[in-house]
């Protein structure tokens, strides 16, 4: 019984009708597709299949304004970026810690961990992707924060860090402001878009109270770039064009990417089409010479034989 299961499955799976061939095409994209998302998934460690393992980019806030024509390596819009999961403080390395350590790996352009953060935790939040740029520890007893990273203790005023990040920003962390605010008297992270001008989240409305550990869905690792556009010239990015964009569809980004797209996706079609033209080509001219030596032969053998 089992002998004759094996072979008809092996019938199946090289067989040549056309039926057969579909099949076997269509069982072998699906397992591809099922390895990869496996892959994925195990890789980020995000819980199947509620969180996905990858995220599009939509605004231009982690940009850089040295980045080469395609922009590779920075986060731009239409990237896309695997989440890899966190738990706790400790899986999150920010700039000030990375920036101080000897030997310390950049991301993306800089020093410290991009994350991918929920405001307040709040469902109905879209996440924010920013790099982190210090912790907090919040003293109850004296009312103020601690820095640890810079060796900082018992601040409630200005802290001042230059030089931050690729272009050498300026950072102005206003404790007294966030100190003002009941709510933001709490452990947590300082973050901030590469892109904008050391205008830090805790210090504006994107968030104002530290970032903690149990809001973050997790750190960005790896780039794809651009084929994240095809999903936001459809749904949008909500963005304000600024020099150098373009729109297609719904959503604004930078004209080069668009370009690298539309090339990629020139690529991906004329490729394979390539390809069959080539093939059919050369399996015709090998046909052709084929028939020519088989009437050569012919031939020689009718002259043998007069």
């Given at each position: 019984?089992k002998?004759?299961?094996r072979?008809t499955?092996?019938?199946?799976?090289?067989?040549?009708?056309?039926?057969?061939?579909?099949?076997?095409?269509?069982?072998?994209a699906?397992?591809?597709?099922?390895?990869?998302?496996?892959?994925?998934?195990g890789?980020?460690?995000q819980?199947?299949?509620?969180?996905?393992?990858?995220?599009v980019?939509?605004?231009?806030?982690m940009?850089?304004?040295?980045?080469?024509?395609?922009?590779?390596?920075t986060?731009?819009?239409?990237d896309?970026?695997?989440?890899?999961?966190?738990?706790?403080?400790?899986?999150v390395?920010t700039?000030?810690?990375?920036?101080?350590?000897?030997?310390?790996r950049?991301?993306?352009?800089?020093?410290?961990?991009?994350?991918?953060?929920?405001?307040?935790?709040?469902?109905?939040?879209?996440?924010?992707?920013?790099?982190?740029?210090l912790?907090?520890?919040?003293d109850e007893d004296?009312?103020?924060?601690?820095?640890p990273?810079?060796?900082?203790?018992?601040?409630s005023?200005?802290?001042?860090?230059?030089?931050y990040?690729y272009?050498?920003?300026?950072?102005?962390?206003?404790l007294?402001a966030?100190?003002s605010?009941?709510?933001?008297?709490?452990?947590g992270?300082?973050?901030?878009?590469?892109?904008?001008?050391?205008?830090?989240?805790?210090?504006?409305?994107?968030c104002?109270?530290?970032?903690?550990?149990?809001?973050?869905?997790g750190?960005?690792?790896?780039?794809?770039p651009?084929?994240?556009?095809?999903?936001?010239?459809?749904?949008?990015?909500?963005?304000?064009?600024?020099?150098?964009?373009?729109?297609?569809?719904?959503?604004?980004?930078?004209?080069?990417?668009?370009?690298?797209?539309?090339?990629?996706?020139?690529a991906?079609?004329?490729?394979?089409?390539?390809?069959?033209v080539?093939?059919?080509?050369?399996?015709k001219?090998?046909a052709?010479?084929?028939?020519?030596?088989n009437?050569?032969?012919?031939?020689?053998?009718?002259?043998?034989n007069?």
């Amino acid at each position: 019984m089992k002998s004759k299961t094996r072979e008809t499955l092996r019938g199946i799976w090289k067989g040549r009708t056309p039926y057969l061939a579909a099949l076997r095409d269509v069982a072998i994209a699906i397992a591809a597709v099922a390895i990869i998302m496996s892959a994925l998934w195990g890789y980020t460690g995000q819980p199947f299949p509620k969180t996905a393992p990858m995220v599009v980019i939509e605004s231009g806030s982690m940009m850089h304004d040295d980045s080469p024509y395609g922009k590779l390596g920075t986060i731009d819009p239409g990237d896309l970026v695997l989440v890899k999961r966190t738990g706790v403080r400790e899986d999150v390395a920010t700039y000030a810690y990375e920036s101080n350590a000897g030997g310390a790996r950049q991301r993306y352009g800089t020093y410290g961990d991009v994350i991918i953060y929920r405001p307040y935790n709040a469902a109905n939040r879209t996440p924010i992707i920013h790099r982190a740029v210090l912790w907090l520890d919040y003293d109850e007893d004296t009312g103020s924060y601690d820095l640890p990273e810079l060796g900082l203790y018992g601040q409630s005023g200005t802290v001042t860090i230059e030089g931050y990040g690729y272009n050498g920003a300026t950072v102005r962390l206003n404790l007294a402001a966030l100190l003002s605010n009941p709510a933001a008297r709490h452990d947590g992270f300082i973050t901030l878009g590469d892109n904008n001008n050391g205008a830090y989240d805790q210090g504006g409305s994107i968030c104002t109270e530290p970032i903690l550990p149990e809001w973050i869905i997790g750190k960005s690792r790896g780039e794809i770039p651009w084929f994240g556009l095809i999903k936001l010239a459809i749904q949008g990015n909500n963005v304000y064009p600024q020099e150098g964009w373009s729109r297609v569809g719904r959503a604004y980004a930078p004209t080069d990417l668009w370009v690298c797209l539309g090339i990629c996706i020139a690529a991906i079609v004329t490729v394979p089409i390539a390809v069959d033209v080539t093939t059919s080509i050369i399996e015709k001219r090998k046909a052709g010479k084929e028939k020519e030596e088989n009437i050569e032969q012919a031939t020689a053998v009718r002259d043998r034989n007069k």
